[in-house]
C-alpha cells in the first residue's frame, strides 16, 4: 500500500506527461484505427491516459516482462523488448517495482539511488533480484503478429533503450511518433542521449519536438534521464 501511495505521487507530480502534444499530433495523423506500443508499461499509465482520448478502435499493445503485473483494463504481453530474441536476465526492483526494473543494471548498481529510495520506501532490508526472461525484437513482434504501422511507440525500458531501437530496424520505418525515456550514468548520459538521437534523426527521419528532463531521478543519484518526443517527417 505505501509503494502504491508513493508511486501515485511520483506519476502525479514528478513524472512528465506528453499526452497532450501526442493527442494533438494524432488528430493531424487523422487514423481511424490508432496502434500503440507501450514497451516497459508498468501499470499502464501512459496506455491509460491515451486511451481516455481516442476512440474505441485504438489498438493497444503493452510489453512488460514483471511477472506480478495484473492490470485490469489491459492486457499485458510479458514479454521483454531487445536487440535480441531468446532469453536474458532482468533485474527487477522489489523495494520499487515502479522504478529501475531492468535489462540492464545501471539503475541496479547506482548505490546512491538504491540507499535514498530504500529509505524513501520503508524497505531496507529489500534488494533487486535477477531471473531470466523471454525477450523478443520489435521487428519480430510485428511480422509474427502482422503489425504493418506503429501510430506511437512509447519506450520507457530504464537504460535499454538502444537495445530496444536496434531490434526495430524495421518497425521504425513505419512509426510516427516516439515517447523515449533515455537514461545512463551521467558520465555515459551525453554518449547515449547522442546515440538515440543520431539513430532516430539520421536514419529515419524523425525530429525532436520536445524534450523534459526527468528531475526525480537525477535527485540524490549518479545518473541523468530526459523523456524525449520524436515525431517521423516522411
Request: hydrophobic letters at 40%.
Amino acid at each position: 500500500m505505501k509503494n502504491n501511495l508513493i508511486y501515485k505521487l511520483v506519476d502525479k507530480f514528478l513524472m512528465n506527461d506528453f499526452s497532450k502534444i501526442i493527442s494533438k499530433k494524432l488528430e493531424v495523423f487523422n487514423e481511424k484505427e490508432p496502434i500503440i506500443f507501450d514497451v516497459g508499461c508498468f501499470l499502464g499509465n501512459f496506455s491509460r491516459s491515451l486511451k481516455k482520448k481516442l476512440n474505441n478502435k485504438a489498438k493497444f499493445y503493452l510489453f512488460d516482462p514483471n511477472p506480478n503485473l495484473k492490470l485490469k483494463d489491459f492486457n499485458t504481453i510479458q514479454l521483454a523488448i531487445s536487440d535480441s530474441t531468446g532469453n536474458q536476465n532482468y533485474n527487477l526492483n522489489t523495494f520499487f517495482p515502479a522504478s529501475g526494473s531492468s535489462l540492464n543494471e545501471i539503475i541496479k548498481n547506482d548505490k546512491l539511488w538504491n540507499f535514498t529510495r530504500k529509505l524513501i520506501t520503508g524497505s531496507i532490508n529489500k534488494n533487486f533480484i535477477t531471473f531470466p526472461v523471454k525477450t523478443s525484437t520489435l521487428d519480430n513482434f510485428c511480422n509474427e503478429n502482422d503489425v504493418k504501422n506503429i501510430t506511437i511507440l512509447k519506450i520507457d525500458v530504464e537504460g535499454s533503450e538502444l537495445k530496444v531501437l536496434n531490434g526495430a530496424r524495421e518497425t521504425l520505418k513505419n512509426t510516427k511518433l516516439i515517447q523515449i525515456e533515455i537514461l545512463d550514468t551521467k558520465k555515459k548520459y551525453t554518449e547515449k542521449y547522442l546515440a538515440v538521437k543520431d539513430l532516430l534523426e539520421n536514419q529515419y527521419n524523425f525530429k525532436l519536438i520536445k524534450e523534459k528532463k526527468i528531475w526525480s531521478l537525477g535527485m540524490l543519484s549518479n545518473m541523468k534521464a530526459v523523456d524525449a518526443l520524436f515525431m517521423n517527417f516522411n
